[in-house]
């Protein structure tokens, strides 16, 4: 069975700094992999996905991810980060149309 | 409609009662998820409609939980004799394909549902 592990529950970075949020998935064949965010009280919103080609995925918001195969990861990755960045990211992993997710990582921004 | 609807936002149910969530997909799209999410974590699959069949109800916790699609569009979860532990968000979304080529989901705002 698949599974996604996201590292760290709370990051803090100050507004203007790069940022880079940890996923590691366990799946048994090419994933379909994604990365969501959710503001309080809100749905979660599609910021990006991998399916396969190139492994640098771009998004939306100014987000990219990179996939490597060796690590089993799925970093996101943004270069300079906004106060209205501040919510919480999953990332999660797809098999036969169900996505499993991982706890989240919480996004502080300090001003 | 532009999003997924899902209605009530907020449900406070006595323990026992029995309670239906509402989803409304957007309108055409083929595949229809239900899942729940527990505070500090995160969603965890129930149900998967693809038009009106349901393919996949694996993840539903118990025979209290009951989903249905009848004309392919709206959805309803049903939680029978609620209890405490039922108490989370239940998020509904939607996707244009269905079977394996999911291009990510449009996700509702969600009912939470407090069990008291």
């Known amino acids: 069975a698949q599974s996604v592990t996201q590292p760290d529950i709370h990051i803090t970075v100050s507004e203007g700094a790069s940022l880079e949020l940890r996923c590691n998935y366990s799946y048994g064949a090419t994933p379909y992999l994604f990365w969501y965010v959710q503001s309080p009280g809100q749905g979660l919103q599609l910021l990006l996905k991998?399916?396969?080609?190139?492994?640098l995925v771009q998004g939306i918001k100014g987000f990219e991810a990179e996939f490597k195969r060796s690590q089993s990861s799925f970093n996101l990755r943004k270069p300079s980060v906004h106060w209205s960045d501040a919510a919480e990211y999953f990332c999660?992993?797809?098999?036969?149309?169900?996505?499993?997710f991982g706890d989240g990582t919480t996004l502080t921004v300090k001003p | 409609g532009a999003g997924v609807s899902q209605s009530p936002r907020y449900k406070v149910a006595k323990r026992g009662q029995d309670v239906a969530l509402r989803c409304d997909p957007i309108s055409g799209h083929v595949s229809l998820f239900w899942y729940q999410q527990a505070l500090g974590q995160g969603p965890e699959f129930l149900t998967y409609?693809?038009?009106?069949?349901?393919?996949?109800k694996s993840g539903l916790p118990s025979d209290r939980f009951f989903a249905e699609r009848p004309e392919g569009s709206v959805s309803t979860l049903k939680i029978q004799r609620t209890q405490q532990e039922d108490s989370a968000v239940y998020l509904c979304?939607?996707?244009?394909?269905?079977?394996?080529?999911?291009?990510?989901?449009?996700f509702g705002s969600g009912t939470r549902l407090t069990v008291v």
């Open positions: 999660a992993v797809e098999h036969a149309g169900k996505s499993t």
């Open positions: 979304a939607s996707s244009l394909v269905g079977g394996e080529a999911n291009y990510g989901y449009t």
């Open positions: 991998y399916f396969s080609g190139d492994t």
């Open positions: 409609f693809q038009n009106e069949a349901q393919l996949d």
